[in-house]
């Protein structure tokens, strides 16, 4: 941790510059201050959401049925929590779920950014209407807090004041036993902050000012150290909001404060270029890094711009797969090792992509290289797309890359998660990275139909297509207007492949070290340039060089629907469980899963498109698979509603059988075991204690050898559901290097075992069974608690199942 004098040598005084721009109008002056306006001196800005509007697409679709889903929600029933700890009258009951078992109110900030984006994106009358609504609610709240406060975190008054004073025990995802209540406020921030940016409310950005100033004086008594101990626990974009209320005001007071909400501990490892981050709760990290990002831009500091590059980097070119996403049950997982990534069905988390994105587009304006878009279009496409059930709408939470598994989507009155709430957020904001801008530069990055208006040069440019289902995009001039039109050249097209056209006439598309193509003219109105984006089938192997590959044409990714257990039924739409968000239905054995055989992998040439059906292949011959039929090759943005396959085991003629019966054995044991579990937790892990509703005193948590453990000198404690009575072993998992510890386990208030750890135990990690008396959870729970004896340690534990 760094020391207080460590601390303010790392503070440097804000970029001359840096205040905001005090002659702007409503939602421009709100732009402005936000970083997506043009800055002094030529810098590279986004447009406002507002100069955007999509076209006819499969975004514009996702935008309708997201917009439809906001709508859907009860903005009183979301605002319930706040008025609650306001010590006013809801007008309505909470929601359940998440809302309603310790991050309550967290749903509602993200509900204003949605509101605030769609607005932007739409010019939504009702969308407008509800925003002023709920801002005005807010306000009540805020002014009956009567200290600048406004959140919902239960119980909160007693919690920040505790907090004030000092009084604070922090884990990695609890603060004195609050569930990240940091990241829960940081929603509100983030609400608020987009009300003023992306809609104009004046009243929003005061009552955010009046929350920056409660949280400055809530935390000007503790030390560094205390902030540091309390930043261990996932506190969302805390220090990015406070960089950009600082650039807002010109305050340096909240970039101070920004600062000392930078997590160290994630931050040297970054500035020195070093990976640290295999077993870290990976959506913890990414919104740090984005608020490195920001205030090493707005304060001129190379050191926490190199560290968020090199971040974005690692995560990016050692962390991801093919879709854009990352992780596995939420934690970066070891890079050279993604076992996982095929074993496990909670794959990829959407609000990773979510944030991977935001800092994709801040790395993109500090240097506008092709590589940031290509990713940008990679995730937006293939995850942030997919992620939506088109028509009714519903938000997906994890995205299994297991073969033949399958995903949930939200419902809007019952399922309350994180990948809800930004998800919220994610189809309204399509059209902010399609367009970017440097004094008469217009970069065009994405092949997105859509119109932009220009306002600053007086132009509008359409830009219309069928892309990806046609290779070709076309840009119409409406004004008259010298600039440079700069043409992405995507990383997918072969060098050389790429052809442009000005009114028919084919100009040079020489490609720049950006990864740009540059056509300057003095544009007249109706000048038309056509793009061609010749696409190719390839393959992409998993980033550990197993045998597994994806299939993608052009940016998209290729996935196939499969039917592994015929006349199955499944269930695609979550119900209002804690752990609704996992696809919880029967894991289909690895060895039963298609692959793709040939005699060496250079069979990208097999694949044949279907006559009349846009980005729909078959591969004769090459698709090996015990179900019956040809396989067809769609795009994974259009597979809903039924398991699928991304990633494709590989193997040989002469080696398909050892492949399948190495997978059969392999799995034999693991699938056993998953059948028997009937409840299990992952200790260490924020969602999975999180949902059984971890309670503890003196516990820590870490990581060893890429495993994640729990202990306490005190206790701790889960509560295991048991609907049907049949529990009868609870099978622990522990290590050798805690040997001699000496511990209580009780189950309902009752001993169970009273336990010494053992140094003889056959190797590093081992298991050991408890049986459970018959009838201990007459009322379908089990709460298993974990007690140290006098002088010692309860735990570490590894993994905890309940089984049959």
Known sequence: MAAPAVARRRVLKLAAGAAAATALPGTARAAADAGTAPAAGGALALFPLNAVRLGPSPFLEAQQTDLRYILSLDADRLLSPFLREAGLPPKQPGYGNWESTGLDGHMGGHYLSALALMHAATGDAEVFQRLNYYVAELKRCQQANG??????VPGGAAAWRDIAQGRLQADNFSVNGKWVPWYNLHK????????????GSQDARTMLIALCDWTLQLTSHLSEEQMQSMLRCEQGGMNEVLADVSQMTGQRKYMDLAIRFSHQALLRPLEDGKDQLTGLHANTQIPKVIGF?????LTARADWQRAAQFFWQTVHDHRTVAIGGNSVKEHFHDDKDFSSMIEEVEGPETCNTYNMLKLTALLFLGEAKGSYADYYERALYNHILSSQRPGSGGFVYFTPMRPNHYRVYSQPQQAMWCCVGSGLENHARYGEFIYAHRGDQLYVNLFIPSTLEWREQGVQIRQSNRFPDEDRSTLTIKGNK????????PEWVKQGALRIAVNGRRVSAAIGADRYVSVRRQWRDGDQVEIRLPMTTRLEQMPDKSDYYAVLHGPVVLAAKTNPFAGEKLNYFADD???????????????????????????????????????TFTAPGLVQAPSAGPTTFVPFFRVHDARYVVYWPYATPQGLAERRAR???EEAERLALDARTIDQVAPGEQQPESDHFFKAEGADAGINKGKRWRHATGWFSYDLTDKNGEGRALRLTYSKRDAGRRFDILINGRLLAEVRLDAGAPSELYTRDYPIPAGA??????????IARDGSVAGGLYGLRLLR
Not at 147 to 152: E, H, K, Q, R, V
Not at 293 to 297: A, E, T
Not at 777 to 786: E, I, R, S, Y
């Open 482 to 489: 010298t600039f440079t039109l700069k043409i992405r050249y």
């Open 777 to 786: 959870a007459p009322d379908g729970k089990l709460v298993v608690k974990f």
């Open 147 to 152: 200290d600048g406060y406004i959140g919902g």
């Open 663 to 665: 997978a059969a054995h």
């Open 577 to 615: 469980s804690r752990m609704g968000h996992i696809a919880s239905g029967p894991v289909c054995p690895l060895e039963q899963a298609p692959v793709l055989v040939s005699a060496s992998t250079a069979f990208a040439d097999r694949f044949r498109p279907v006559p009349g059906m846009p980005l």
């Open 188 to 199: 509100t921030f983030a609400g608020l902050r987009d009300a003023y940016v992306h809609a």
């Open 293 to 297: 990002r920001r205030i090493g831009d």
